[in-house]
């Protein structure tokens, strides 16, 4: 195991190679989600409804860590300076974000074609009033997993007044801490039942910054202790692995169980809702894992080709996780022309399709990042394309190179 990280010094561009090393394993994550949506039975399939619910962390633990690094490049400064956190905010993930809300509107208003590749592209419903009106509200309320970061932006704007709270008065951490987590509780329930008088709609549940505490705030406390953190984690790795397998079975087996007529408190039972209650010590737990799992990939004991691999999803992570869906759609639509769909078993379709959804995505990030368009569309500095095939000796570099910026990134100074 790696030791503890140190702080960042201010001005550099050190990173933490273990929190890059969590980005491809949450990225996959996120895939096998949509994959799911796309090619499993949920509404028949016991199995691929569990699986739903246990690949949902990916979102939680995209908010904390992003959270965790935004507080861990602050810590060491008295004050955050606007102009520059926003120019910074602006272009690693707004720029991407409007970007993209663009590129997925089209895909968005294709229509089944007979002929390949399977759609075509009604220019009624992009050029219109009609369609504008629908670009509008796509760009506000975040188009399909877009939303990651509609929330993230949500959350720089609270960000400054937070760290400046949470830096002023060191005694409300815990607190702080034992609030998000019965806010995360109890909040979803009171907001779907209309507790308040009002109710929220679980589409705008996802979409508002109220609904994460847990993980956005958790994250700000975190990285004021991250060396702390890190220790108590690989001092306790094992008890922790093995509650979040218990964590991980708890909401299957309440799911099992009210599905045979078995009576279950409905505030428990996650079904398909990611916000349930039974659902959020598996997310700490599954955060914890991958954590975890970035420290092993990391270790020294790790192959200089795992090391290699792992950096190289690590600079894509961020234009894989972007560019997702489009690949799934498409592969969605192939594999149903063609007749896959009714011969393969869904559970080999769905891996295939994670596979063949991340490689492509990595592909077209690694490509897309030696053009002039870097960082609008992959959110990453340009690289020279004579980076593009790796030579020996070209992954021993880690401190000074430049991941895909994104919501991790900690040069922010």
Request: proline share 6%.
């Amino acid at each position: 195991m790696s030791t503890a990280p140190e702080a960042a010094p201010s001005g550099t561009r050190q990173r933490l190679e273990h929190v890059d090393a969590m980005r491809p394993i949450k990225q996959s994550a996120v895939i096998s989600t949509h994959a799911l949506i796309y090619f499993s039975p949920l509404s028949t399939s016991l199995l691929a409804a569990g699986l739903l619910t246990l690949t949902h962390f990916s979102r939680d633990a995209f908010l904390f860590v992003s959270a965790c690094m935004l507080a861990y490049s602050y810590r060491d400064l008295a004050t955050v300076q606007l102009a520059h956190y926003w120019k910074r905010r602006l272009m690693s993930v707004a720029l991407p974000y409007l970007v993209w809300s663009v590129i997925y509107f089209p895909i968005a208003s294709m229509k089944d074609s007979a002929t390949f590749p399977y759609y075509h592209l009604p220019m009624s419903a992009i050029f219109s009033g009609a369609g504008a009106h629908k670009l509008l509200i796509v760009l506000c309320t975040g188009y399909y997993h877009l939303y990651f970061l509609l929330v993230l932006l949500e959350f720089y704007v609270f960000f400054p007044y937070i760290f400046y709270l949470i830096r002023r008065y060191p005694k409300c951490h815990l607190p702080l801490i034992a609030g998000s987590a019965a806010w995360q509780f109890v909040y979803p329930y009171v907001v779907t039942h209309g507790l308040l008088g009002f109710t929220i709609t679980s589409q705008l549940e996802t979409r508002l910054v109220f609904s994460y505490p847990l993980y956005l705030l958790g994250g700000v406390v975190t990285a004021l202790y991250l060396e702390q953190f890190h220790d108590w984690v690989l001092r306790h790795r094992r008890a922790l692995l093995s509650w979040t397998v218990v964590f991980a079975a708890t909401p299957i087996v309440l799911d099992y169980l009210n599905s045979h007529g078995h009576h279950v408190p409905m505030i428990v039972v996650p079904g398909l809702d990611p916000f349930a209650a039974a659902v959020v010590p598996y997310d700490v737990g599954a955060i914890i894992a991958v954590y975890l799992l970035g420290v092993y990939l990391v270790s020294p004991k790790r192959s200089a080709r795992t090391k290699a691999i792992t950096k190289s999803g690590s600079e894509a992570a961020y234009g894989i996780y972007l560019s997702q869906i489009i690949w799934i759609v498409f592969l969605h639509r192939w594999a149903y022309e063609w007749g896959i769909l009714r011969h393969v078993p869904w559970l080999i379709m769905m891996v295939f399709a994670v596979t063949f959804a991340y490689l492509v995505g990595w592909l077209f990030s690694a490509l897309v990042a030696r053009t002039p368009f870097a960082r609008a569309v992959v959110g990453r500095s340009r690289m020279p394309w004579n980076t593009l095939i790796p030579r020996r000796g070209q992954f021993a570099k880690v401190a000074h190179d430049d991941f895909g910026e994104g919501p991790l990134n900690l040069t922010d100074f």
